[in-house]
């Protein structure tokens, strides 16, 4: 175990969190890791939503950040998708996670990026940026979302190929699953874009779907929204954007307590 373990079992009860084990790390690139940690017995969450998870600083103090999960509310496992800042208060120590270690795990669970925030529909598309994909992974594996949508997008733009994180999973993993693979079989589309450097799908999401490329390329119905919902998840400047470009379509932005045509992720920023 490494020194990110200091303190944080007597943290943890100080502050009434969990601290599980990490399980499992993986490193994408050099800016992008993912880990799994236990899951405790009694944490409940919805598919996509996001928790507070954090390290302990030489204080005694918890450090801590809201991360969507990947994994969906079945698993048994937790999955986190991240970024690897060099100087950020959490993310340069969380970087450094090993198998064996702990970290610091809220107890409330919350966000909008859920199924029932939204109508029905026939489209489901899901639009990140980053890091943002991380909650369309867990939705994506809801067993509730292919009951309440028919065709499903998930559509994530970086800058970066290298940086297209779980694009095996979304590109061929997923259609072989033993559960989902059926479910997806026709129903699915990943739309990855980058936005520098060589790739087959260049540019930015937003000019996609504002100049109508991305509708022709998922085969949506032309210039008929209203069967359409959307969930999206990126940085400040990105989420701000597509709410422009949704709402300037007539649609409305709906929450748990009232559904409505899309959703946005506005506490986690990827």
């Known amino acids: 175990m490494t020194d990110i373990n200091v303190n944080i079992q007597a943290i943890a009860e100080a502050k009434d969190l969990f601290c599980p084990k990490v399980t499992w790390v993986h490193h994408w690139t050099e800016t992008l890791f993912s880990f799994r940690i236990e899951r405790p017995q009694s944490f409940r969450f919805v598919s996509g939503e996001f928790i507070m998870i954090g390290l302990g600083t030489p204080e005694g103090k918890p450090l801590m950040r809201a991360y ?5 509310a079945w698993e048994d496992h937790l999955e986190f998708f991240s970024v690897k800042v060099k100087d950020g208060p959490l993310t340069s120590r969380l970087q450094h996670l090993q198998v064996g270690d702990h970290i610091l795990l809220g107890r409330k669970p919350t966000g909008t990026l859920v199924p029932d925030a939204l109508e029905p529909g026939e489209h489901l598309l899901m639009i990140g940026t980053g890091t943002g994909l991380a909650p369309f992974l867990s939705v994506l594996r809801e067993p509730d979302t292919h009951e309440r949508f028919g065709h499903i997008v998930i559509a994530h733009t970086v800058r ?19 559960i989902f693979g059926e479910l997806l079989k026709d129903r699915f589309t990943y739309y990855p874009t980058v ?3 060589s790739f087959h799908r260049q540019g930015r999401v937003t000019d996609r779907i504002r100049d109508g490329r991305f509708a022709a390329d ?12 959307w969930m999206i998840c990126g940085s400040i400047d990105f989420n701000r954007e597509m709410i422009e470009i949704l709402e300037g379509t007539g649609l409305r932005e709906g929450t748990r307590s009232n559904p409505g045509q899309f959703v946005v992720e506005r506490a986690f920023v990827g």
């Open 195 to 197: 936005t520098r450097g």
């Open 68 to 72: 969507s999960i990947v994994s969906p």
């Open 218 to 229: 998922v085969a949506l119905p032309a210039g008929d929204l209203s069967t359409t919902r």
């Open 160 to 178: 970066q190929k290298e940086e297209l994180a779980y694009h095996a999973l979304l590109e061929e993993d997923i259609r072989s699953d033993e």
